[in-house]
């Protein structure tokens, strides 16, 4: 059989599983399902520019017609108010039935139902779904794992977070713009949002093992004598009555350290979710889902590349996930106020002390062999590694870079190197680039 008539079952519409759904439908797989419920509850989300690059990059169309415009952003840290950024506010149960209004359009085959159960075999994947009150049963060749932090874990190992929870609530009242904002307190974080129709989303995250938060029925009146103390929280409250409603989210920092098999891959959160305070969540997610349709054609046609494509996925997603947790540690670490307060204590340390960028050495810079994606494969090709990229950089603005740094290896001389390069094809303003590269990681010549 044709690779790209296997049977392609991805579980779980939010983002992830959507861009994989079509990065697979552009290498060309016919027999893509995609198995998804809408989430049980309501939630607003800020999303950057990079965001909806991402999504232009994966071929969505209509999610991004339905983008609202970008609003203000308020920040109380440490003290001190700026009203620097902006982000966009999806309302995050409209903006996954456009992800899946795309994939309908783009012919994807799409089943509304809950995943109830999956049992799967060197050979291929049963899946037991629950659609319409009506048990379905999908065979699969290839499973992708898409179902977010709900995803069930198993056995696999994970790296985990200080143990974090964000209870969500609503209010309702009188209209007010389209804005969001954040601030701390001593047992963590706001984040604040207004829909523009008079719904405000009320999001504070805590400290599991220290907030010792009280009973259920009492959380609504916990959150709400915390936000009464923070200023940004004021315009959101005033004019407005809390519904009584409160959603728990978990948003613990996890990586999962196996995150495919020859037959199996998970994407987004379900292979690495960040904490929330990076606001990078769906831009993590798409990263890594963009990446895995090569991954997937990789394991389906050249299963002696398996391990490679394997270990390419691995890599990239442990990436991600340090640097954005190193992100959110220094964020953290930029609050002062509470240095006693476990909250803060827990996480302006955490992973690590490494910082965020390592500064440029050009005696580290290095031409290695790495996985990287080209033609919707995952293989091996010269890249040039970096204290900061040690992953590596193949192509800097569509220009190989490692033959660049063999000829700056070889000689250092100028008008030489400016021979050496235009004999390989080199352009002038491409020569001019890759010298201002060079320089950047310390290069004298
Ligand atoms: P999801 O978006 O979670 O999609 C999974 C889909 O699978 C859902 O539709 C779900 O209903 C479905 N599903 C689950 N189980 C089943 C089942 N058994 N059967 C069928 N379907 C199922 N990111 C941002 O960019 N900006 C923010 O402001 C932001 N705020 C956040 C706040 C909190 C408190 C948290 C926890 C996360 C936040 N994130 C934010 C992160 C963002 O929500 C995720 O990173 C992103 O949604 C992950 O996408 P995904 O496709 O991997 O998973």
């Given at each position: 059989?044709?690779?790209?008539?296997?049977?392609?079952?991805?579980?779980?519409?939010?983002?992830?599983?959507?861009?994989?759904?079509?990065?697979l439908?552009?290498?060309?797989?016919?027999?893509?399902?995609?198995?998804?419920?809408?989430?049980?509850?309501?939630?607003?989300?800020?999303?950057?520019?990079?965001?909806?690059?991402?999504?232009?990059?994966?071929?969505?169309?209509?999610?991004?017609?339905?983008?609202?415009?970008?609003?203000?952003?308020?920040?109380?840290?440490?003290?001190?108010?700026?009203?620097a950024?902006?982000?966009?506010?999806?309302?995050?149960?409209?903006?996954?039935?456009?992800?899946?209004?795309?994939?309908?359009?783009?012919?994807?085959?799409?089943?509304?139902?809950?995943?109830?159960?999956?049992?799967?075999?060197?050979?291929?994947?049963?899946?037991?779904?629950?659609?319409?009150?009506?048990?379905?049963?999908?065979?699969?060749?290839?499973?992708?794992?898409?179902?977010?932090?709900?995803?069930?874990?198993?056995?696999?190992?994970?790296?985990?977070?200080?143990?974090?929870?964000?209870?969500?609530?609503?209010?309702?009242?009188?209209?007010?713009?389209?804005?969001?904002a954040?601030?701390?307190?001593?047992?963590?974080w706001?984040?604040?949002?207004?829909?523009?129709?008079?719904?405000?989303?009320?999001?504070?995250?805590?400290?599991?093992?220290?907030?010792?938060?009280?009973?259920?029925?009492?959380?609504?009146?916990?959150?709400?004598?915390q936000?009464?103390?923070?200023?940004?929280?004021?315009?959101?409250?005033?004019?407005?009555?809390?519904?009584?409603?409160?959603?728990?989210?978990?948003?613990?920092?996890?990586?999962c350290?196996?995150?495919?098999?020859?037959?199996?891959?998970?994407?987004?959160?379900?292979?690495?979710?960040?904490?929330?305070?990076?606001?990078?969540?769906?831009?993590?997610?798409?990263?890594?889902?963009?990446?895995?349709?090569?991954?997937?054609?990789?394991?389906?046609?050249?299963?002696?590349?398996?391990?490679?494509?394997?270990?390419?996925?691995?890599?990239?997603?442990?990436?991600?996930?340090?640097?954005?947790?190193?992100?959110?540690?220094?964020?953290?670490?930029?609050?002062?106020?509470?240095?006693?307060?476990?909250?803060?204590?827990g996480?302006?340390?955490?992973?690590?002390?490494?910082?965020?960028?390592?500064?440029?050495?050009i005696?580290?810079?290095?031409?290695?062999?790495?996985?990287?994606?080209?033609?919707?494969?995952?293989?091996?090709?010269?890249?040039?590694?970096?204290?900061?990229?040690?992953?590596?950089?193949?192509?800097?603005?569509?220009?190989?870079?490692?033959?660049v740094?063999?000829?700056?290896?070889?000689?250092?001389?100028l008008?030489?190197?400016?021979?050496?390069?235009?004999?390989?094809?080199?352009?002038?303003?491409?020569?001019?680039?890759?010298?201002?590269?060079?320089?950047?990681?310390?290069?004298?010549?």
């Amino acid at each position: 059989m044709l690779s790209q008539q296997r049977e392609i079952v991805i579980l779980g519409g939010g983002p992830s599983g959507a861009a994989v759904a079509l990065g697979l439908q552009k290498l060309g797989y016919e027999r893509i399902t995609l198995v998804t419920e809408a989430r049980p509850f309501k939630a607003m989300e800020g999303i950057s520019e990079r965001v909806v690059e991402g999504l232009r990059g994966a071929g969505f169309q209509h999610a991004l017609k339905d983008l609202p415009e970008p609003g203000p952003r308020f920040v109380t840290w440490n003290g001190e108010s700026n009203q620097a950024n902006t982000e966009r506010l999806i309302d995050r149960v409209l903006f996954d039935q456009s992800l899946m209004m795309d994939l309908a359009m783009q012919g994807v085959h799409v089943i509304q139902g809950r995943v109830k159960g999956v049992k799967s075999a060197e050979f291929g994947h049963e899946i037991q779904v629950e659609s319409c009150g009506q048990p379905i049963v999908l065979q699969a060749d290839f499973l992708v794992e898409a179902r977010g932090r709900a995803a069930p874990g198993g056995q696999l190992k994970r790296l985990r977070g200080a143990e974090t929870v964000s209870l969500l609530q609503y209010w309702q009242g009188s209209e007010m713009e389209r804005r969001s904002a954040v601030q701390s307190f001593d047992r963590g974080w706001a984040w604040l949002a207004s829909d523009g129709l008079g719904r405000r989303y009320l999001q504070l995250t805590f400290d599991v093992a220290s907030a010792a938060l009280p009973e259920k029925n009492r959380l609504v009146e916990f959150c709400n004598e915390q936000l009464l103390r923070l200023d940004q929280a004021a315009p959101f409250l005033s004019g407005a009555e809390p519904t009584g409603e409160l959603h728990a989210r978990t948003s613990t920092p996890v990586l999962c350290e196996e995150a495919s098999g020859p037959n199996w891959i998970r994407v987004g959160d379900a292979a690495m979710s960040v904490d929330p305070l990076s606001g990078n969540g769906i831009f993590q997610t798409l990263s890594s889902s963009l990446q895995a349709p090569a991954v997937i054609n990789t394991l389906l046609n050249k299963p002696s590349q398996a391990r490679l494509a394997q270990q390419f996925h691995q890599l990239r997603i442990t990436e991600l996930f340090y640097r954005f947790a190193r992100i959110g540690r220094d964020f953290y670490a930029m609050e002062q106020q509470w240095p006693e307060q476990p909250f803060w204590q827990g996480r302006s340390h955490w992973p690590d002390d490494q910082p965020l960028h390592l500064p440029a050495d050009i005696d580290q810079v290095q031409v290695c062999q790495r996985p990287v994606v080209n033609h919707g494969f995952v293989q091996m090709v010269d890249v040039v590694t970096t204290p900061d990229q040690p992953l590596g950089i193949w192509h800097l603005s569509g220009t190989p870079l490692a033959p660049v740094v063999t000829a700056y290896r070889s000689s250092r001389d100028l008008p030489e190197l400016l021979s050496r390069l235009a004999a390989g094809g080199l352009s002038e303003p491409q020569q001019k680039m890759v010298l201002g590269w060079l320089q950047q990681q310390g290069a004298r010549f």
